[in-house]
């Protein structure tokens, strides 16, 4: 009998490194960590299964079309295509690679910040929730038809910095710019509060504000024992950072500036964790930025300050997309990850001088392997043909498949314009470090 669970091992790894394009991906199994960076052409989505079962979706985007920019050149269109809305997508995403399939439940979500590339947006297409009183989008879209057990964003329960977010005073400042974008994240914030009321009320929902610094808000929830080399570390959220130390924190953004007129933007208020498996480590970092524009201070350079807690990891996603205020040199340097996975939708993703960055063997050393969710053909036209040397794969849902304890990994390119979501192209096995 001892010798019967090795040859099983060798028989998983087999299958696992035979697979080829056109093959279905291979579902995960216990010990197996995956973490399915979804292209939907409206947004962020990535969809986490840890070693025991544990699964976690960090943010659901869904831009709405009634921007006339979402649906010009600049920007990706729906896939696989119109017949769902990008919420619905999503769930059917999840429910194909999750280990309960249909029945599937999500035991965490997160929200790295509120914009709608990251949450979703409510139109006058909007659909109207079956739990409640408020119309669904993006993360409310999917929870509308899985459960969610926690769900953390940066502000739960008040939602008072920088600003009070729940005010009449706030609510008249963002309607009176007379900004569509403003209006709609304004209405969307308030459907999206009333979606956690309904879900907690009904369904048991947990709501929980990001806790900088805690390796213990997010964790495994089946058999954590088996894996004692499992952790995820929250690194920043809401203005604070991880010191590096226990689960202290400290402010990121200095109290003069805050008594001020300039407060930090949405995106430097990004939830970011790392997880670690074993020798595989991996960062994502909502739309933190780490290159200051003209007048900006030193404190809105958030890579800057987190880096040196993050460390060297082997898979990073693009900050902010791959924008151009994003992946500083010193943050370059200091992760120096062999796989960098773009989760892009613009034209502007990545920029050029980012991608020279990510690319540059003068930073750090060493092979690595860059994937694009989605490269417009825009970006060829000005970048060139250096896009098809550098990059692995411009186009699909990129999966990150941890094996063995985390001593290695395989990344799995998925078809995004079909539902069934066969491979396109598989790297690896690479090691971990």
């Known amino acids: 009998m001892k010798f019967i669970f090795p040859f099983f091992l060798i028989l998983i790894s087999y ?9 279905d991906l291979p579902p995960w199994n216990p010990g197996m960590m995956d973490l399915h960076h979804i292209q939907t052409g409206r947004g962020d989505a990535a969809f986490y299964v840890f070693p025991d079962g544990t699964t976690m979706i960090v943010d659901a985007g869904d831009m709405s079309e009634t921007h006339p920019r979402i649906t010009s050149p600049r920007n990706t269109p729906p896939v696989p295509d119109a017949s769902k809305t990008t919420g619905e997508w999503i769930v059917d995403y999840i429910r194909q690679f999750h280990p309960k399939g249909k029945d599937a439940v999500l035991d965490y979500a997160m929200i790295t910040h509120f914009h709608d590339d990251h949450m979703g947006e409510i139109d006058h297409t909007s659909k ?22 926690k769900l953390i964003d940066r502000g739960y329960p008040d939602y008072d910095f920088p600003h009070d977010m729940k005010s009449q005073e706030y609510r008249s400042a963002m309607l009176a710019r007379k900004d569509h974008y403003d ?18 009320e009904k369904r048991g929902l947990v709501g929980e504000q990001f806790k ?25 959220g809401n203005g604070l950072a991880w010191t590096g130390w226990g689960e202290e924190s400290i402010a990121m953004v200095p109290q003069d500036i805050l008594a001020g007129t300039q407060v930090p933007g ?10 670690t498996y074993g020798n595989f480590n991996y960062f994502t970092g909502g739309d933190i930025a780490g290159n200051n524009g003209l007048g900006e201070g030193d404190w809105q350079s958030v890579e800057s300050q987190v880096a040196p807690v993050i460390g060297p990891v082997d898979v990073a996603t693009l900050n902010h997309h791959g924008n151009r205020d994003s992946q500083s040199p010193f943050y370059v340097r200091t992760l120096r990850p062999k796989v960098w996975i773009g989760q892009t939708w613009s034209s502007d993703h990545p920029g050029d001088d980012v991608m020279r ?7 750090y050393p060493g092979d690595r392997y860059l994937f694009s969710t989605a490269m417009l053909e825009a970006n060829h036209l000005v970048i060139g043909d250096r896009i098809d040397r550098i990059y692995e794969s411009t186009h699909g849902h990129v999966v990150v498949r941890v094996l063995n304890g985390g001593e290695e990994y395989m990344v799995f390119v998925l078809d995004e314009c079909s539902p069934e979501r066969k491979i396109k192209k598989v790297i690896g096995p690479i090691k971990s470090r």
């Open 128 to 149: 109207k929730s079956k739990w409640g009183e408020y119309y669904i989008t993006g993360i409310t879209e999917v929870g509308e038809h899985i459960p969610i057990r």
């Open 15 to 23: 299958y696992l490194f035979s697979q080829n394009p056109g093959d």
């Open 266 to 275: 949405e995106n430097s208020l990004s939830n970011a964790i790392k997880i």
């Open 212 to 236: 900088a610094g805690s390796n213990t808000q997010i964790k495994l929830l089946y058999k954590e024992p088996d894996y004692p080399s499992f952790e995820i570390r929250n690194i920043c």
């Open 357 to 363: 960055r990510i690319a540059s063997k003068e930073l």
């Open 183 to 200: 209006s709609t994240t304004t209405f969307t914030l308030e459907q999206y509060w009333k979606f956690i009321s309904s879900q907690a």
